[in-house]
């Protein structure tokens, strides 16, 4: 029987308001579940149990007073650990920032915060948000929930399978290539990548600025709709924050897929390399859709296949950038050196993982003068095409769908011996992070080897609601219910 903690938020903010449970009460039931399988799923790099107990003591305080009391109020949340939470540690999963405790809030935190949310932990997740299954965190990886023997998926790994375990009723990630979809795709829970800009990055650990994007992980559509309206709204504090305020975006999610036009880009589908259950299971999504009275026809997205490799020109470029700053000088980690210059080289060296040392190497080669148009110049202007791309076929359709990521979880090892392997694993999401269009991923199934599969619905820019909509009407009807086994007999 599902316990307290693999309830979703809406159906627990119910219960709150009604007084059938206290916000003690839940914190307790998913603190327990993390006693009883973060060690095994290796979910949170600091746990803060003290603190929950604390924000839910105070959020059934406010609770007690009135029924006025924002949603996220008593709801337990992981945050992945690029996002700063004041007075707690937030080591962005490397050593360069391992004793890094950071003066002030991000703003998703702050806002959530504000509303009575109880924070259990700060989520491992790949070194700096770079990599696609959590083995680059220096803190060792994540497992997958679903099968301890395979990786979460990444960067967002911690937070995916902390809302997959229970550990956390939702989490906040970032979704730079995909690292918020991938993830969600394969722990079975639903990821969102709103549009760019929507959420502010106040406090985020910058990884690619043009690129990277604060997204949710929850149960249900529902939560998606009720994070995102708890986060999203114009910061002044972020210069690419959108200029709207925040809104309600449950409202309107009932209203079903008839009459929607949904382009379905079979070049995914037809891609070498997708596993054929992946495929199966999204093209029996699709066969819903249309049951449900959305017109399905082919979309093309052209310059897609050359997004991947715009991607690993442009992410490292920035990455080099935003890097740059780490230089034992302000911030965590400091190696000892003769002169400030051997200083600079030995915490470097010490401090960053081979990951980011690879991004960063390509990024300053890719920005170096005589190569600048060949490769940085060159691969802003496939980013136009994409962007184009997307522009072309949002006149035709209201909607794009299609696999999340190629493959269900993999084995742990499988791909970090091959980089070009590893990042293939993004192929289906890294063209919305370059046009910045919003993208949700739900689970649609499981696969034969009894993993989940992730079925990616895109949307125009802004246009979080029929995003939300469709996948919500989806979610209804696909009513997918599987827990991870190990969930099974599970203690709180
Ligand atoms: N896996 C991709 C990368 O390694 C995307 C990461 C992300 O979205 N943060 O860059």
């Known amino acids: 029987m599902a316990e307290l903690c ?13 007084k059938e ?13 993390m006693e009883a399988l973060d060690e095994r799923l290796h979910t949170f790099l600091t746990p803060t149990p003290d603190l929950a107990r604390e924000q839910a003591r105070a959020a059934d305080a406010r609770l007690g007073e009135g029924p006025e009391v924002p949603a996220p109020a008593g709801i337990p949340l992981a945050l992945k650990d690029v996002l700063t939470t004041r007075g707690i540690r937030s080591t962005a ?60 998926g990444g960067s967002s ?44 990055r106040y406090g985020l650990i910058a990884f690619a600025s043009s690129l990277d994007h604060v997204g949710t992980f929850t149960r249900s559509v529902r939560d998606a709709a009720i994070l995102l309206s708890a ?72 310059h897609a296949d050359y997004a991947l490799s715009a991607y690993y020109l442009i992410a490292p470029a920035e990455c080099s950038s935003n890097l740059a700053r780490y230089d034992g000088v302000r911030y965590g980690f400091r190696a000892e050196g003769r002169d400030v210059v051997e200083m600079n080289m030995k915490t470097r060296g010490a401090g960053f993982g081979d990951e980011v040392k690879r991004r960063i ?70 063209p919305s992070d370059l046009s910045g269009t919003p993208a949700i991923s739900i689970p649609c199934g499981l696969a034969p080897d009894g993993l989940p599969v992730g079925f990616q619905i895109m949307g125009k820019l802004m246009d979080e609601a029929t995003v939300l909509r469709a996948a919500h009407a989806l979610e209804q009807d696909l009513g997918f219910s599987s827990r991870p086994p190990l969930l099974e007999g599970a203690s709180a």
Do not use: H
Not at 175 to 198: E, H, I, N
Not at 280 to 299: F, K, P, T
């Open 6 to 18: 693999d309830l979703s938020a809406d159906e627990l903010a119910r219960r709150l308001r009604v």
């Open 21 to 33: 449970v206290s916000a003690v009460e839940i914190a307790e039931s998913a603190l327990r579940r």
């Open 361 to 430: 190497m390509l990024g300053t080669y890719a920005l170096s003068a005589g190569y600048y148009e060949a490769y940085y110049g060159q691969a802003q202007k496939v980013r136009t095409l994409v962007i184009r791309d997307y522009e072309q076929a949002f006149e035709r359709f209201d909607l794009l769908v299609g696999p999340t990521s190629p493959t269900t979880a993999f084995r742990l090892g499988e791909k970090t011996g091959d980089p070009l392997a590893m990042y293939l694993s993004d192929v289906f999401t890294i």
């Open 93 to 152: 999963g490397s050593k360069i920032l391992e004793p890094y405790v950071p003066p002030y809030d991000c703003t998703p935190w702050a806002r959530l915060k504000a509303a009575g949310s109880v924070l259990v932990g700060k989520t491992n997740c790949d070194e700096f948000a770079m990599g696609s299954s959590n083995e680059n965190s220096a803190f060792g990886p994540v497992r997958n929930p679903w099968n301890l023997e395979t990786v979460p």
């Open 231 to 302: 986060i999203a709204g114009n910061d002044p504090l972020d210069a690419t924050s959108l200029p709207e305020p925040a809104r309600d975006y449950t409202e309107g999610l009932e209203g079903g897929v008839r009459g929607l036009r949904v382009g379905v880009v079979e070049d995914w589908l037809r891609m070498e390399g997708i596993q054929p259950g992946v495929r199966d299971a999204v093209r029996g999504a699709i066969d819903r859709l249309q049951r449900l009275g959305a017109s399905v026809d082919e979309a093309k997205l052209p």
């Open 157 to 200: 790994g911690g937070s995916a399978a902390a809302v997959a375990s229970g550990q956390a009723v939702w989490a906040l990630g970032t979704d730079t290539g995909g690292s918020v979809r991938q993830p969600a795709a394969l722990c079975g829970v639903v990821g969102l990548k709103p549009t760019y800009g929507r959420i502010s």
